[in-house]
């Protein structure tokens, strides 16, 4: 089984990004190959990027990885909606506002992921987790929607999904504009993705 794992770059100005050192830290289950991919939080590349990824690494499983400051919990998110909408610019400087992610295609599609067995999963490991209705409209919610388009126009076999991951103690002060914003010691954030991981794949080699 092949297992990709995607994090992302930091943004808005912060100099880490939750997603992607928690990725750094995963280790692959048993019998499952685990390949890292580093994303851009740019809106068209992001989803380029991982739509290459796919074609060349053809894997399983993808589990796209992003940090939503102000949540307590990781989330597996039910959906992916095709609109973007930005409340900031991504690293590029673009704000699309009102747009879809793929003109013409559907309004939404539903993650290839059971949701709410993987939010059990985490909760077993004792990280908090919870299924979240909503990616936003950001960078995140776009790669969740590319990456269901691609799973549904070219690959119907994989199954695919994201989950966001809390903010880092140290950015929570900085990021709350009135009081600290609710946090994960990464440590704990790289023990709940890896629960997700071994959920699907299985126990880790000793």
């Excluded at 506002?97 to 939404?108: D, F, N, Q, S, Y």
């Excluded at 990280?127 to 409209?137: F, M, T, Y």
């Excluded at 590319?146 to 199954?159: A, D, K, Q, S, V």
Aim: hydrophobic share 45%; glycine share 8%.
């Amino acid at each position: 089984m092949k297992i990709l794992v995607t994090g992302f770059e930091p943004f808005g100005g912060e100099d880490v990004n939750p997603s992607w050192e928690a990725v750094r830290q995963l280790q692959a289950p048993e019998r499952t190959e685990l390949v890292r991919l580093q994303l851009p939080v740019v809106f068209r590349e992001a989803g380029e990027q991982l739509a290459a990824a796919l074609a060349l690494e053809r894997p399983d499983l993808v589990l796209c990885i992003g940090q939503a400051a102000g949540r307590a919990a990781i989330t597996p998110e039910r959906l992916g909606v095709n609109l973007m909408d930005a409340a900031i610019p991504d690293n590029t400087g673009f704000q699309p506002r009102e747009e879809p992610v793929i003109p013409g295609a559907p309004a939404a599609f539903f993650a290839r992921l059971p949701v709410a067995a993987l939010a059990e999963a985490i909760r077993a490991a004792g990280v908090p987790a919870r299924v979240s209705n909503s990616a936003g409209l950001f960078v995140c919610n776009a790669l969740l929607y590319r990456l269901l388009h691609e799973i549904e126009t070219h690959y119907p076999h994989m199954r695919g999904g994201f989950l966001h991951v809390p903010c880092l103690p140290e950015q929570a002060e900085r990021l709350g504009k009135e009081k600290p914003l609710p946090s994960l010691e990464l440590s704990r954030i790289v023990r709940g993705l890896q629960a997700a991981l071994d959920f699907f794949g299985g126990k880790r080699d000793a």
